[in-house]
């Protein structure tokens, strides 16, 4: 098993996009992540971050650490 930093390992993107809508997201918040994900590979900013657990060549968990996340989702 390897952790990965997606911004470390930008060849992971479209991965990590689809494994964390997939996890996460609703209809409401598919482009939302994406925009998340994408943006936290450019930005000089520690935050946004994501990693995935990867386990022999198929991701099996992922994590985010987000600005603001408890404001948009209350419900954490």
Same mark, same amino acid.
């Given at each position: 098993?390897k952790?990965i &930093?997606v911004?470390e390992n930008?060849?992971?993107q /479209?991965?990590? %996009?689809?494994?964390?809508?997939?996890?996460?997201? &609703?209809?409401?918040t598919?482009?939302?992540?994406? /925009?998340?994900?994408?943006?936290?590979?450019?930005?000089?900013?520690?935050l946004?971050i994501?990693?995935?657990l990867? &386990?022999?060549? /198929?991701? %099996?968990?992922?994590?985010?650490?987000? &600005?603001?996340d408890?404001?948009?989702?209350m419900e954490?």
């Open positions: 098993m952790i &930093n911004k930008v060849e992971y /479209d991965k990590a %996009i689809k494994y964390i809508q997939s996890k996460w997201a &609703n209809e409401n598919l482009k939302l992540y994406e /925009d998340c994900i994408t943006h936290s590979l450019s930005t000089g900013n520690s946004p994501w990693y995935l990867e &386990n022999e060549g /198929d991701i %099996i968990g992922c994590s985010g650490l987000i &600005n603001n408890f404001i948009s989702r954490i």
